[in-house]
């Protein structure tokens, strides 16, 4: 079960060593997320035209980020590989290289590591996630202060301009703001951040009527978004009008919440998900539907 909590990024604290060499380490987490409503709206070929709208949840699971300095002048790279390199330009891991170019952090006495509580190609942003919590420490290593709005953008920068990535913005936003939080994405690239109004009774019983699940599978987000990205920019014939209608969904979401109506939310749930299969083959799967049918059979009402 994942709480929907007010989690938010910077959750950050230093531990300041003395040894051989004096050492700061310095630890950052950002969570991961569950799209409440709008999903999809939020890339560029889509809102630049139409604008789009978002209500995601930071839940309390997180991607770590560890960075300390080396004994060696050396940089050290820990995450589902291992990097030793003399120059950032040498980096394999493509965010983790633009990342130190963005902030001009060079080492080379500089170790990072990155953990998850879950694993990537979930479907839970774990992308933006890693972006923003990287990009906490470095700033920290550099006593600079970054918003969450200029951390989001910032790796945003990193993901869609720089690496041009299929991505959209909604999942460093949600990383980097945190708690449930609606956004606007305008034609101009500007976002608008509305925290949801939800009380606290209302809060209570969403958490206790969620249920989060691991299948057993990953797939790859960037492959199922470039698919939507193309058809967008090629006004698909089905594509557009799916996202429309996904995004008065989101609007409607963010309705029944605020007045306490579980219900119809689960419904909807039920709704923008069915839509959203018929975005893209790989979004679901033989298994996964006999899943989702077999939870809809004991009572479960909508997935995400």
Same mark, same amino acid.
């Given at each position: %079960? $994942?709480?929907? *909590? #007010?989690h938010t990024s910077g959750v950050t604290w230093g531990i300041h060593a003395v040894g051989p060499h004096e050492t700061d380490m310095i630890m950052t987490r950002s969570p991961l997320r569950i799209s409440l409503g709008g999903g999809g709206t939020d890339l560029p070929s889509y809102y630049r035209e139409y604008t789009g709208f978002v209500m995601a949840a930071a839940i309390d699971k997180y991607v770590y980020i560890t960075l300390h300095e080396a004994f060696t002048p050396r940089l050290i790279l820990k995450y589902s590989k291992l990097e030793t390199t003399d120059s950032v330009d040498q980096i394999q891991h493509p965010i983790i290289r633009e990342a130190l170019k963005l902030t001009h952090v060079t080492g080379p006495y500089l170790e990072i590591v990155s953990i998850a509580d879950i694993p990537a190609g979930t479907g839970l942003g774990s992308s933006g996630s890693f972006t923003t919590a990287l990009l906490r420490p470095l700033? /920290?290593? *550099? @006593? #600079?202060?970054? $918003?969450?709005?200029? &951390? /989001?953008?910032?790796?945003?920068? =990193?993901? %869609?301009? =720089? &690496? *041009?990535?299929?991505?959209?913005k909604q999942d460093p936003y949600i990383a980097s703001f945190g708690g449930i939080t609606c956004f606007q994405f305008l034609s101009d690239g500007c976002v608008e951040v509305e925290p949801l109004r939800l009380d606290s009774q209302t809060m209570a019983n969403l958490e206790d009527s969620l249920l989060l699940f691991f299948t057993g599978f990953a797939r790859s987000a960037s492959e199922i978004l470039k698919d939507q990205d193309t058809k967008t920019r090629? *006004? #698909? $014939?089905d594509m557009t009008p799916n996202l429309h209608f996904v995004k008065e969904l989101g609007y409607a979401s963010k309705k029944a919440l605020e007045n306490g109506d579980l219900g119809q939310f689960a419904d909807l749930m039920h709704e923008h998900w069915e839509h959203k299969k @018929? @975005?893209?083959?790989g979004m679901s799967n033989a298994q996964i539907d006999a899943l989702y049918q077999l939870g809809r059979q004991n009572g479960a009402r909508g997935e995400n």
């Open positions: %079960m $994942a709480c929907v *909590k #007010n700033h /920290a290593f *550099k @006593r #600079n202060y970054v $918003a969450p709005r200029d &951390l /989001a953008e910032q790796a945003c920068h =990193i993901e %869609m301009d =720089i &690496l *041009k990535e299929p991505v959209g090629c *006004k #698909n $014939a @018929r @975005r893209s083959q």
